[in-house]
């Protein structure tokens, strides 16, 4: 039997792993244990166990005719002590059986031939469970009458004393070490190779590297890497604060407690999140958000406000301050949450709603506070400072009218608000704060160069004022800032490009040769100043961004598209398109993007509009209490302990604030202290 | 006259600056002060001064009909003391005055029009002086009765001792943080998301990031860069140990003292130098070299063996430990220094000379070692290890004879004797060893990113087998090490590509859609064990470097070419070529390389055969003595200067090492302490 089951699992190993597609992330075997082997967790973070056992009907995997066994079992044991059965360690009654059926591809070959394989499931789940011991624990499967699945958990050592008041975690949305080297040869003046100002950034004391990538693919999104930050534990593409089961519903998957849930739990902080996308936007979502897509914009933003109505799990009770884009799922409607008008939903919750930077900037400190500036994304920094005219193109009123959003505030005004609000609200408890550059990745995604640098010198720049506003405070020296991203693309600068010689060459391959790489990069003309141009941007961005020997440089991952090099000036760019008449899965280059420019054909599967994220690890630049810990290499999960640890939120009991604000160790029913269910 | 000298500076800054092509780097008025304004000295540190008067004769910038001032001034003031001129301050003779002309075209309009500017030029050179005082000197140089041209020097301060008695510097030749995490990928095992083992650079306590740009263009190149890295002085594409002049001679710029000539004159201690490149290559060679142009190679040997024969500076007395590729400058010929056999003259200074790597790891500890084990750069890992047939191929011999270098030593090999030979000369001494992976960036160019990894991953085992290697001989507390690079490639990994449907497809179109992005890219194959693949590379490479999903990864930079994906079996990539009878300048796809991949045109000149160089800042890696000072964002000169303090070569006096060893502060002429002449 032994022997049969390792022929088994190396063919399939074989035939499926490392694949395009796979049957279920995390579980290479037809056993699924969720969280799966090798997760670590945070002493008395809250989190549920599925466990699946898959039955292939057909495909390389077919297995026992299709029927998954409903008698599996399952154990705990923690290091060397007993081995228990999950009900019996969490004290928990036996779950009830769980079936359905899903179906994948094998590979593209099968996809072509849509040949899907089709999956039967039996599962159980476990609902909000803790382990407050530190140690290592295994987990064991045992299906189809000899089969195991295990996997080991390793729960970190307790840090509950609280070393930093507050955090403050800036993300640059898809922001790499090429970029901010980029952004700074944009906005800072060299003389003979010497900087004569620096970025923000660069004056961090502390730099490290994260690894961005998911639990069962190497390539992450915004989602899943926002959730390991947020969680310590990597996910799946789409996913948020759950590890990814096979089932239908988006919403039942096993979840996991996120930073600001333990902190409101824990310390009763305040916390808010601010950025420059929709709010319902993976990265300032994941703070609240446990599900398998991402894009369920409506129920997210219910969750952020009140918390899960499906399930009983830690409450945050709203955010204290909330600023960004989005509109769509405050207005009732399509997109918002069962069409409720979400707008009032916050207001019932005693929020001030700022819809412009007027209102945001008069908004009382004390009060909790919703900001939402226009309708999808902000427009990104170059549009709401250099080429203002494109903003009245567009159609994205926050209340809902027709014409454009005018007033619109900058990640720096949404940022220093936020921590005046939290400040305010969060007093003796401190306060924790994401402040996402948004439009770093989604300009990238375009290979709208200049306007990802452009939001790239705006988070800087707004680091530069949160220092300045902290210090005014008289609260730096007890907060935490760290800056960094959740995943990478694929840019660098390779030299200049003469836009002059460019625009009057005639063909393609000419026009290639106004890029001028090593010596003829020449010096950037970007920070020299220009008669005739001043946009009064202030010492932190270029002082013309439409100079004639612009950057030249690539994401190497790339649609179809053209090349000209240099800023846009009508707007964000539209690289590829679909052709009519023909499939609206298969782009080509955007005859209107770029006319001038040469063509260059894709390196990405040609269902792809956009340039794809990449895999390099990303810089983290800490400063204050605990900055010590962020130097070096690790994982993205590592960023979420430093901070929980630096927060004081690992806990061997499960401690909780009580309605009064005190803190009360360990209200939970819980067991004999290896694990708890509440 | 003050306005006319400012609308022509400003006629001449609107037409010329941050050009494509430069008058003079560095020098965008007509009066040139070299080293230029901005630039940081160690004290103690040796240099040239040169002044030069430039009188274009045609184009935007002619003036005074192109008859230059010849009768210019310099002066030098330190921090507010007396103006005093260049050689009464040093306590020189005044040099006696060179004339040349040169020409340049302003812009690619001009080159395409062949209508250059000429330039005539005045200049004095004052050779061989230094600063021993900390503090900010002015140099001024006036001309053209009115002219100014101000250069601010700093001296840094004072550290003069030695905390680490070894250094060892590994620079991984065009290794970005990208690459570095897509070797990882490649090597390492993840299980759900978590790395079981990681590179050797993952574990380094210290992680920094260093901007690579040149003193007068934005993208770097090896020479100027491995420049910047060994002296603290940046320079010019090609240039190495010297601040770039206008002059027609290669080996007259005004030059600057490097870390291993200062150790040897400072302290006596051992250095040597391990390449997979040839051994005259940038990175290895401006260690000794002193030059304009890189490519003087035969020269450059004469230089690191026996030091300048053209002007008096400080000798090394040739490297102990010398270990490389590029017999073609040792062979008696066409490639070395005066058709010598350097062979034969590096044995005559009694070095031990090892064409194998049976020879090598024979080789005395106690002696002086040469080693030269091929003609060209060494064959890369791949070759050496996996595709060893493809050895076979080459005309390499490190003898000249026409057949093949087969018994080759690796980077590990190379570095690891080095350190032998190196221990035991320097003694109680010390020594600094620089160990380059240089095939990172030659594979890169031509796109070949396995080969690239395979050296990457080369590189992180050797410096794994280094900290072992100190650990046993009891030297590694009291040895730095530092991993670096020069400047990076647009690299960057974006997805998997399952070779197998990319075969399958007919046209370049479907092809691109074996690309999976995203959840699609899956898992690393490359760590998976393949039934009848077995390379025996041991743990920190491979399992298998050709699975069918492969990584799919780009540079952002390309000529035209093929992608496929996958590795290329039958040796390095050759991207693009030129067409029978078309321009040998004019470069196409090459129809041999990838013939059944997809066609990329490309986004760089078409005269490029490769990728190029990138902008982005590189990691620094750190352990060991003064390892806390690597931390954070600094310039490429910055890491010579923090070498230099942690081996205590910035001294206050011209302190030299005399015969018998023993070392002896100020022997040299010099004047009152400000600076000094010898």
């Known amino acids: 039997m032994r022997s049969t089951v390792v022929l088994c699992l190396a063919a399939s190993l074989a035939s499926v792993s490392g694949q395009t597609f796979q049957r279920l992330g995390t579980c290479p075997t037809l056993g699924c244990v969720l969280p799966p082997d090798q997760q670590d967790f945070l002493p008395g973070q809250q989190f549920d166990i599925r466990f699946e056992v898959h039955a292939p009907k057909n495909g390389s995997e077919a297995f026992n005719g299709g029927v998954p066994d409903e008698k599996f079992t399952a154990t705990i044991q923690k290091d060397n002590g007993r081995t228990r059965s999950i009900a019996d360690f969490f004290n928990l009654k036996e779950p009830s059986l769980e079936k359905w059926t899903f179906s994948w591809y094998e590979d593209l070959f099968a996809q072509d031939a849509k040949t899907p394989s089709v999956v039967n499931v039996a599962s159980k789940i476990y609902r909000r469970v803790a382990l407050y011991e530190p140690g290592t624990y295994k987990v064991t499967l045992n299906y189809f009458s000899g089969k195991t699945t295990t996997a080991e958990w390793v729960v970190r050592p307790i840090a509950n004393k609280k070393k930093a008041k507050n955090v403050i975690f800036f993300i640059g949305d898809g922001m790499t070490t090429n970029m901010i080297t980029a952004a700074r040869l944009l906005a800072h003046k060299t003389i003979n190779g010497k900087y004569q100002t620096l970025l923000a950034l660069d004056k961090f004391p502390v730099l490290g590297h994260q690894m961005t990538h998911s639990i069962d693919s190497f390539i992450t999104d915004s989602a899943n890497s926002a959730s390991a930050l947020y969680s310590g534990h990597k996910s799946t593409v789409n996913a948020m604060g759950v590890y990814a089961d096979s089932s239908p519903d988006l919403f039942d998957d096993p979840k996991v407690e996120t930073v600001v849930e333990l902190l409101v739990r824990i310390w009763g902080s305040a916390w808010g999140a601010v950025s420059t996308a929709f709010l319902a936007d993976a990265t300032p979502i994941a703070l609240t958000a446990h599900t398998r897509s991402r894009y369920a914009y409506g129920p997210l933003i219910e969750q952020a406000l009140n918390g899960l109505g499906n399930y009983s799990w830690t409450k945050t009770n709203g955010p204290d301050a909330y600023f960004g884009g989005g509109a769509e799922q405050f207005l009732a409607g399509s997109g918002s949450y069962l069409g409720k008008d979400y707008y009032a939903e916050f207001a019932n919750k005693n929020y001030s709603i700022s819809l412009n930077k007027t209102a945001l900037l008069a908004a009382p400190k004390d009060k909790r506070a919703l900001g939402v500036f226009c309708r999808s994304n902000l427009p990104v920094w170059l549009e709401r400072n250099i080429f203002k005219d494109n903003l009245q193109k567009l159609s994205n009123d926050p209340a809902g009218g027709k014409g454009a959003a005018t007033d619109l505030p900058g990640l720096k005004e949404m940022t220093l608000k ?170 080509y280059v955007n005859p209107t993007d770029r006319p001038n420019g040469f063509v260059v054909n894709g390196t990405l599967p040609t269902n792809e509009a956009q340039g794809v994220h990449s895999l390099t690890d990303v810089p983290v630049f800490a400063t204050g209490p605990c900055q010590e810990t962020f130097g070096g290499v690790y994982s993205n999960i590592d960023v979420f302990y430093k901070i929980a640890n630096c927060l004081g939120l690992a806990h061997g009991t499960n401690k909780t604030v009580c309605d009064d604000g005190k803190s009360n160790g360990g209200n939970g029913k819980y067991n004999d202290g290896h694990g708890g269910h509440y």
């Open 418 to 587: 936020a921590i005046d609000v939290l400040h305010t609200r969060g007093g003796n408890k401190g306060f924790f704060l994401m402040s996402e550059a948004a439009s770093i990745d989604k300009q990238m995604h375009v290979l709208d160069y200049d306007r990802a640098l452009g939001d790239l010198l705006e988070l800087d720049d707004t680091v530069q004022a949160t220092i300045e506003k902290l210090k005014s405070l008289g609260i730096l020296d007890e907060t935490l800032i760290v800056v960094s991203a959740d995943h990478g693309h694929g840019f660098d600068v390779f030299g200049n490009a003469d836009t002059k010689y460019a625009a009057a060459q005639g063909d393609d391959r000419k026009k290639r040769n106004a890029v001028g790489v090593y010596q003829n990069s020449g010096l950037s003309q970007y920070t020299v100043p220009q008669e005739g141009v001043s946009y009064g941007t202030g010492a932190n961005f270029p002082v013309n961004w439409d100079p004639r020997y612009v950057i030249a440089a690539g994401l190497g991952a790339n649609p179809d598209h053209r090349e000209s090099y240099g800023v846009g000036k009508s707007g964000p760019r539209v690289p590829a398109t679909t052709i009519p008449g023909k499939s609206s899965d298969d782009l």
